[in-house]
């Protein structure tokens, strides 16, 4: 399957890149031939809805997982609608990460418990006119 | 923020009741602590960003910020027809000989009219809004912007200051970033607040004061940023004093401290520097060392 | 008439001078916009009551599931990323939606139509002296300030006003600017002190960018230094009055009364500032019209 890794510099030895919506580029990396391309990240110089952005980017893209630092609520409602899996690392190497990925290292994202209001808790909700 | 670096923020809902003068207080404080505390600096008041006044900055870098975009009409190819009009809920398009013409100022950006024109003659520019800068301060380096007046995306320009300081802050190890903040409760409130460890609230006791204070806790309450009060000016009111601290109290805000009026803060104002270094002794020099302290325990005991 | 009371830095006496102005003219249809929708604080001052409410909503889209074929066109014309099609399904964000409605007016399908979401409310009733009282709230956790003022801007609770007098809230970005659009003349309130004066610069700049006469309050003068003045000097902004720092009056701001309660003395001192408003505002008048004229014929 394909799984995106958020990254600093366009190739597989690139720094990991903890931010999602806001990383510099993705690398997509095939897990079973361990092929792999670098993207640009378009949402990179959003103005607001970066993460939406960039969820729609590595789902258009074909990916199945994605591994970054943290996820917000935009991007964490937008992955799960789109059935992407997400993982969490913290730093070194894209290369390394994924060794670690394909040996079953890597935590799954779990959102934070109860942080505030409405904002964890399905989307915002205002109330209807 | 990853790798033990915390992030402090400093709001206030109401305007002018000394979250710039506070915060170089702090930094001050510090950068002078036994070991000294590590620092990266933001100013997150972009619309009218102050903290460089207090605290002399050296700029390293500065960068064009592109905010959004505007849409620009193509007059030789518009035909008059309004359509642009009839689409804009941003009263931003405007007829004018027998063309149509946008208002930067007013446009939003959506490109509405552009999917509509049938002449095609409408097209979306990227704006350059401002500038943000990298800087060395005398307590350690700080990011901040200037946006230009009359625009929009102050948010998008804060989270992009407070992200350099985050990265920063990760790649040099600093143990704190901290962020004077913009007044209100909107959006570029709420991109200061995000990803903070502990928002101090910088509360005046006026009536004023007490009413943005507490819209302010509420917003970051519903964001999940545990904050702190600290009462400036507080002997201006204290009836109002007295109401702060017993919201405090009910709503279990720990109170980081009480600061007295002190002209002696102006007077360091207008030199150029936090009131602690230029008036160490004064009654409000003294009140900050106390909140610095109460900030710092408070700090360490966020997780990381 | 509109007014509008601004200043670049928060805290330097926009809501001070902004109700003394209000409290000062004997008009009888003087209505008070307070637009700092944020942190509104001038009913603590004019304490109106309030007998007209209204929700101020922005238009969201709402996908018709069984018209929707997911052909992605919706998020492609979107901006802000606020609608996104995933999976065969359709996401919206109403945090991030600006209402501008093209994924409306695009979609092939029309499949999709607008509901209005709540992000804050306005609200009006009469105040002391026979104010007139409006003002808008932004529900708290809302990022968007500019929707709720432009429509308490459109809103129009008091028709037949001859003067309106607005509240800006500090800084110069949109929601500055939305609540300055539309006015005839703009005060800048500020203090004298480095802070003052960086701010005030900004907000000169602003004024001059929305082509406006302007001129400028000191207010708590005599606690810094004298900059502001030479600012005003070389800009060429009148300095219509100066309040001095009194420590009485911060208290009795502080406690909420206005500044013409706690010394009536500047109850004429505003009215003479009214006065000298008009008349700015007829000697810009006529290259104002001027310029119209260029513009629209």
Same mark, same amino acid.
């Given at each position: 399957?394909?799984?995106?890794?958020?990254?600093?510099?366009?190739?597989?030895?690139?720094?990991?890149?903890?931010?999602?919506?806001?990383? $510099?580029?993705? =690398?997509?990396?095939? !897990?079973?031939?361990?092929?792999?391309?670098?993207?640009?990240?378009?949402?990179?110089? @959003? +103005?607001?809805?970066?993460?939406?952005?960039?969820?729609?980017?590595?789902?258009?893209?074909?990916?199945?997982?994605?591994?970054?630092?943290?996820?917000?609520?935009?991007?964490?409602?937008?992955?799960? $609608?789109?059935? =992407?899996?997400?993982? !969490?690392?913290?730093?070194?190497?894209?290369?390394?990460?994924?060794?670690?990925?394909? @040996? +079953?290292?890597?935590?799954?994202?779990?959102?934070?418990?109860?942080?505030?209001?409405?904002?964890?808790?399905?989307?915002?909700?205002?109330?209807?006119? | 923020?990853?790798?033990?670096?915390?992030?402090?923020?400093?709001?206030?809902?109401?305007?002018?009741?000394?979250?710039?003068?506070?915060?170089?207080?702090?930094?001050?404080?510090?950068?002078?602590?036994?070991?000294?505390?590590?620092?990266?600096?933001?100013?997150?008041?972009?619309?009218?960003?102050?903290?460089?006044?207090?605290?002399?900055?050296?700029?390293?870098?500065?960068?064009?910020?592109?905010?959004?975009?505007?849409?620009?009409?193509?007059?030789?190819?518009?035909?008059?027809?309004?359509?642009?009009?009839?689409?804009?809920?941003?009263?931003?398009?405007?007829?004018?000989?027998?063309?149509?013409?946008?208002?930067?100022?007013?446009?939003?950006?959506?490109?509405?009219?552009?999917?509509?024109?049938?002449?095609?003659?409408?097209?979306?520019?990227?704006?350059?809004?401002?500038?943000?800068?990298?800087?060395?301060?005398?307590?350690?380096?700080?990011?901040?912007?200037?946006?230009?007046?009359?625009?929009?995306?102050?948010?998008?320009?804060?989270?992009?200051?407070?992200?350099?300081?985050?990265?920063?802050?990760?790649?040099?190890?600093?143990?704190?970033?901290?962020?004077?903040?913009?007044?209100?409760?909107?959006?570029?409130?709420?991109?200061?607040?995000?990803?903070?460890?502990?928002?101090?609230?910088?509360?005046?006791?006026?009536?004023?004061?007490?009413?943005?204070?507490?819209?302010?806790?509420?917003?970051?309450?519903?964001?999940?940023?545990?904050?702190?009060?600290?009462?400036?000016?507080?002997?201006?009111?204290?009836?109002?004093?007295?109401?702060?601290?017993?919201?405090?109290?009910?709503?279990?805000?720990?109170?980081?401290?009480?600061?007295?009026?002190?002209?002696?803060?102006?007077?360091?104002?207008?030199?150029?520097?936090?009131?602690?270094?230029?008036?160490?002794?004064?009654?409000?020099?003294?009140?900050?060392?106390?909140?610095?302290?109460?900030?710092?325990?408070?700090?360490?005991?966020?997780?990381? | 008439?509109?007014?509008?009371?601004?200043?670049?830095?928060?805290?330097?006496?926009?809501?001070?001078?902004?109700?003394?102005?209000?409290?000062?003219?004997?008009?009888?249809?003087?209505?008070?916009?307070?637009?700092?929708?944020?942190?509104?604080?001038?009913?603590?001052?004019?304490?109106?009551?309030?007998?007209?409410?209204?929700?101020?909503?922005?238009?969201?889209?709402?996908?018709?599931?069984?018209?929707?074929?997911?052909?992605?066109?919706?998020?492609?014309?979107?901006?802000?990323?606020?609608?996104?099609?995933?999976?065969?399904?359709?996401?919206?964000?109403?945090?991030?939606?600006?209402?501008?409605?093209?994924?409306?007016?695009?979609?092939?399908?029309?499949?999709?139509?607008?509901?209005?979401?709540?992000?804050?409310?306005?609200?009006?009733?009469?105040?002391?002296?026979?104010?007139?009282?409006?003002?808008?709230?932004?529900?708290?956790?809302?990022?968007?300030?500019?929707?709720?003022?432009?429509?308490?801007?459109?809103?129009?609770?008091?028709?037949?006003?001859?003067?309106?007098?607005?509240?800006?809230?500090?800084?110069?970005?949109?929601?500055?600017?939305?609540?300055?659009?539309?006015?005839?003349?703009?005060?800048?309130?500020?203090?004298?002190?480095?802070?003052?004066?960086?701010?005030?610069?900004?907000?000169?700049?602003?004024?001059?960018?929305?082509?406006?006469?302007?001129?400028?309050?000191?207010?708590?003068?005599?606690?810094?230094?004298?900059?502001?003045?030479?600012?005003?000097?070389?800009?060429?902004?009148?300095?219509?009055?100066?309040?001095?720092?009194?420590?009485?009056?911060?208290?009795?701001?502080?406690?909420?009364?206005?500044?013409?309660?706690?010394?009536?003395?500047?109850?004429?001192?505003?009215?003479?500032?009214?006065?000298?408003?008009?008349?700015?505002?007829?000697?810009?008048?006529?290259?104002?019209?001027?310029?119209?004229?260029?513009?629209?014929?």
């Amino acid at each position: 399957m394909k799984l995106a890794i958020s990254a600093v510099e366009p190739h597989i030895n690139s720094p990991f890149d903890a931010r999602f919506g806001r990383c $510099a580029f993705f =690398i997509f990396v095939d !897990t079973e031939t361990h092929a792999w391309e670098a993207s640009p990240n378009p949402a990179l110089t @959003s +103005g607001g809805g970066a993460g939406t952005q960039a969820a729609q980017f590595i789902a258009s893209q074909g990916a199945q997982a994605v591994i970054s630092s943290s996820f917000g609520p935009n991007a964490y409602e937008a992955l799960q $609608a789109a059935g =992407i899996k997400m993982y !969490t690392a913290l730093a070194g190497l894209v290369e390394n990460i994924f060794g670690e990925f394909v @040996s +079953g290292e890597l935590e799954e994202f779990s959102p934070p418990p109860d942080s505030g209001n409405n904002t964890w808790q399905g989307r915002h909700k205002r109330s209807r006119i | 923020m990853n790798n033990g670096t915390k992030q402090l923020v400093v709001l206030s809902g109401k305007g002018g009741t000394g979250k710039t003068c506070v915060t170089a207080a702090l930094a001050h404080l510090a950068s002078k602590d036994n070991p000294p505390v590590s620092l990266v600096l933001a100013d997150a008041d972009v619309d009218a960003a102050n903290l460089e006044l207090l605290i002399k900055p050296r700029i390293l870098e500065s960068q064009d910020f592109r905010g959004g975009q505007v849409a620009v009409i193509d007059e030789d190819n518009c035909q008059g027809c309004g359509v642009c009009a009839a689409v804009c809920r941003f009263e931003a398009l405007h007829a004018n000989n027998g063309t149509y013409r946008v208002d930067p100022i007013a446009c939003d950006g959506c490109a509405a009219c552009v999917t509509q024109c049938p002449e095609d003659a409408i097209s979306m520019h990227e704006q350059i809004v401002g500038r943000w800068f990298r800087s060395e301060s005398r307590y350690g380096p700080l990011f901040h912007a200037a946006l230009r007046p009359a625009q929009d995306n102050s948010g998008k320009l804060v989270t992009l200051v407070k992200q350099h300081a985050r990265l920063l802050a990760m790649d040099e190890g600093r143990q704190l970033a901290l962020v004077d903040g913009p007044p209100g409760i909107g959006c570029p409130v709420i991109s200061a607040a995000s990803g903070a460890d502990l928002a101090l609230i910088v509360a005046e006791p006026s009536r004023a004061g007490v009413h943005d204070m507490r819209r302010v806790l509420s917003t970051t309450a519903h964001f999940g940023v545990p904050s702190l009060v600290c009462i400036n000016k507080a002997d201006i009111n204290p009836e109002g004093t007295i109401e702060i601290e017993t919201y405090c109290m009910q709503h279990g805000i720990p109170l980081a401290g009480r600061i007295p009026f002190d002209t002696g803060v102006i007077e360091a104002m207008v030199q150029g520097e936090p009131v602690t270094v230029y008036r160490p002794e004064s009654p409000a020099s003294r009140a900050l060392h106390a909140v610095w302290v109460r900030v710092s325990d408070e700090l360490q005991e966020t997780p990381a | 008439m509109i007014i509008a009371v601004a200043s670049g830095k928060g805290g330097t006496g926009k809501t001070t001078v902004a109700v003394s102005l209000a409290l000062a003219i004997p008009s009888g249809s003087t209505t008070f916009l307070d637009c700092d929708v944020e942190a509104p604080n001038a009913h603590l001052y004019l304490e109106p009551k309030f007998t007209l409410h209204k929700d101020v909503g922005l238009p969201i889209p709402e996908v018709d599931e069984q018209l929707c074929t997911a052909c992605g066109r919706c998020a492609e014309v979107c901006q802000y990323h606020a609608i996104l099609v995933l999976a065969g399904k359709v996401l919206v964000f109403p945090e991030l939606c600006h209402g501008c409605g093209s994924c409306t007016l695009n979609c092939p399908e029309d499949a999709i139509r607008e509901v209005p979401d709540v992000l804050g409310k306005l609200e009006a009733g009469p105040a002391a002296n026979g104010i007139n009282f409006a003002r808008g709230m932004l529900n708290v956790a809302e990022p968007m300030a500019v929707p709720v003022i432009r429509q308490l801007k459109n809103w129009q609770p008091f028709p037949d006003s001859a003067l309106v007098i607005r509240d800006v809230p500090p800084g110069t970005s949109c929601p500055v600017v939305e609540s300055i659009l539309g006015a005839d003349f703009v005060l800048l309130v500020t203090e004298p002190t480095p802070f003052g004066l960086h701010d005030l610069r900004l907000a000169a700049q602003l004024v001059r960018d929305l082509d406006l006469p302007a001129g400028v309050i000191v207010n708590r003068d005599g606690i810094g230094d004298s900059q502001v003045d030479e600012f005003c000097c070389e800009a060429g902004l009148p300095v219509l009055m100066r309040i001095p720092m009194e420590r009485r009056i911060a208290e009795s701001l502080a406690r909420g009364q206005p500044l013409v309660e706690s010394s009536p003395e500047y109850l004429p001192r505003f009215q003479e500032l009214y006065a000298r408003i008009q008349s700015l505002i007829e000697a810009n008048g006529k290259e104002v019209q001027l310029a119209q004229i260029e513009l629209v014929s």
